[in-house]
């Protein structure tokens, strides 16, 4: 949290205003969100009114005030009070002397992600931080939402407690937990289902292929997974809430929801489908990870700024890690669908050359500015947390693994993260995290994390995984000189999307997003791109034409030598009966 763009007002003498937000949506075609706020019992002469600018588990600052329009404020009365801005994201209004203030606005919400808010015809979806004001200095009073549905076949969908007696009426004992809990408005259809004693449902909007029958059954078998490791589920009910679209992906992790958006048709194609029970498997992860067990920075967050930690490698990389592991302990695939899925995470992390230049821990620190503002040059200067973190927990994970027979794992670390600091919701620090590790691992690992967390030392993935009979094998390319530019079909132009630094093609001036045209006059595309270079060799000169910002341009391009072009893990032969123990212990029998 920082200070410094926090505006104070003197205390009330008296806590007792009563929140009513009301959320209407009269005419879902326009996208419009009609929210009131009702606040009673005010006794202060000034009322502030902020709107949060990001919301947690999406670190970017997304100003989420930029969509309200037709601000109000009046007093009980309807007569008008006066009100202006103090900030892009603050109102500040003149109560005088009354007690009750309703503040009138619209909410635009036409952008279908997981962290933003949509309204059409056929739905609403919000989240509270995109959504609603705080009150500075009442963030923990208890909120009253309603919800207003434009039509009478349209239900309500949330884990908000319900207000007996009362219509579409909830309560969210604080502004965090508003933040925390999405509402689903529309024909969703919900399916409950119940898991150790537990209330879970599927709430599905849209159309498409999934099963809602089969996806219960293997939901089932994640949660029962997850909740064997950390010793029982820290909740009263669950709701998945999924959006089906053409093309959307993602998915935000709350407390006891999540939201994640699919293609429609991606469910019965057996590769896509397990994906999404990855994606499934790594928003449940979050409810123990990053929801409560979580970094000091994240133990109360500050709406208003950027909220930095170096520790994202372990709420986002960690999870990942588990993500493609849970699904093979819970049944749903086999060891062999594991190694290729660990294979293709290795074989992007080892293709990107950002991982030399970006450490780990400060590729979490930096999200804000880098990971979710990614641009043609990326992948040259940076690392993803998942991805790194990721494969820092596999390798931390076969070092306490193979110390100790498989007799103690990352799970230890897990549990005892969630002892430590997740049941009670204390933040741990980036030390506290390290030390737990340390101590599951009873080993040093001070020089483990300089190395792979703080600089950019290349993973040893060999020394980690040999005494678990498996091993990094190179794919070569060996006919294919190298260029150094990865090429895409875009409106019947052939793009060049990816330039990597210091690459044949960037140092002979070659630029994402020109236009590739020709190799040595002659027409070439990026299906054709591979086989007429292969007509090269390393050292031989050819001749790139490009369109570079709509200038004809035809640059000398020096090719060398073919370079590794994937990677995969592969079991030894052999294995000895140490390692086929180890190897059993870890990922089960074939
Ligand atoms: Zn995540």
Redesign the pocket.
Known sequence: MTEATAIRQPQPANKSATLLYQVAMSQPASHLFEITLQVDCWQSKVLDLKMPVWTP?SYLVREYARHIQDFVAEDSKGEILTSHKVSKNHWQVVAENNSTVLIKYRIYANELTVRTNHLDSTHGYFNGAALFFFIPDFEQEQIKVKVIPPQADWQVTTTLTAVAGEDNTYIAQDFDTLVDTPIEVGTQQVHNFEVLGKPHSWAIWSQGNVKPKKLIKDTAKIIETEAEMFGGLPYEQYIFLLHLSGSGYG?L?HKDSCTLNYPRFGFRDREKYERFLQLVA??FF?LWN?KRIRPKALEKFDYETENYTTSLWFC?GT??YYDILIPLRAGIYKRKTYLKNLSKDINKYLTTPGRNVQPLGESSYDAWIKLYRRDAYSDNNQISYYLKGQLVSLLLDLLIRAKYNNKRSLDDVMRLMWQRFGQDEIGFSEVQLRDTIAEVAEENLDDFFTRYIETTEELPFNDYLDAFGLYLKTVDNTDVPYIGIKVQSENNKEVIGFVEAQSPAALAGIDAKDELLAINGIRVDSTSLNERLKNYQANDTIQVTVFHQDELKTLPVTLTKPQPNGYKVAIQEDLSDQQQQNLTGWLGGN
Do not use: M, N, P, R
Request: no cysteine.
């Open positions: 588990g998915g992790e790594h928003e979050h990053v986002e999870t990942s």
